[in-house]
C-alpha cells in the first residue's frame, strides 16, 4: 500500500489546533470499548500511537483533561478549547508517545487498522476483516501490531 508524504498534518474540526507528524505512526488500531464509543459517538474510534518527538503542535493551544480510565491507567487527553474536538492523548509512564486520534489527519485515504480492541463491546452489527489482530480487551502488549502495520506500508 501507499504510505503518504512526510510531514503528515491534521486540526480539530475547527482548525484552531493544529499539528504535524514528522514520521510514520507506530500502528494503527480500532477501539471498540463504550469508552471511545462515547468520545467519538459512534462504534468505534481510532488510534495511531507516534514517537513523541515526532509530534508538534503548530496552531493553537490545547486544553487538557485527565481521567483514569478502565483500564486503571492515567491518561490526558488534549482537545481544542473551541470546539471540544479531540486531538491527541497520552498515557502515564509512556512519555515517549503520543497517541493522535486517526480521524483528525488531513489525509486519511491511507489509514488502515492493524488490530481491533475491546470487541467485547462492539457494536452487534460491526464486521471486522478477518486478516486483523482481535482482542476481546485491550492487549497487555501492542509490540505485536508494528510489525503487521510495517509490513503493510513497506516501512523500514
Request: proline share 8%; net charge positive; aromatic share 12%.
Amino acid at each position: 500500500m501507499d504510505r503518504p508524504k512526510l510531514p503528515l498534518t491534521g486540526r480539530c474540526p475547527c482548525e484552531a489546533v493544529q499539528f504535524e507528524l514528522t514520521s510514520m505512526p507506530r500502528f494503527v488500531y480500532a477501539c471498540h470499548c463504550t469508552e471511545c464509543q462515547r468520545w467519538s459517538g459512534s462504534a468505534f474510534s481510532m488510534s495511531m500511537p507516534v514517537p513523541a518527538n515526532a509530534f508538534r503542535i503548530t496552531h493553537g493551544q490545547p486544553k487538557s483533561w485527565s481521567r483514569t480510565g478502565a483500564c486503571g491507567i492515567r491518561s490526558t487527553y488534549w482537545f481544542c478549547g473551541e470546539c471540544g474536538g479531540r486531538v491527541f492523548g497520552e498515557r502515564e509512564g509512556r512519555p515517549e508517545t503520543v497517541v493522535v486520534r486517526a480521524g483528525t489527519l488531513d489525509q486519511t485515504w491511507w489509514v488502515r487498522p492493524v488490530a481491533q480492541v475491546y470487541l467485547r463491546s462492539a457494536q452487534a452489527w460491526q464486521r471486522i476483516p478477518n486478516n486483523m489482530e482481535c482482542y476481546d480487551t485491550l492487549p497487555q502488549d501492542f509490540s505485536a501490531f508494528a510489525p503487521k502495520w510495517r509490513e503493510m506500508y513497506q516501512s523500514e
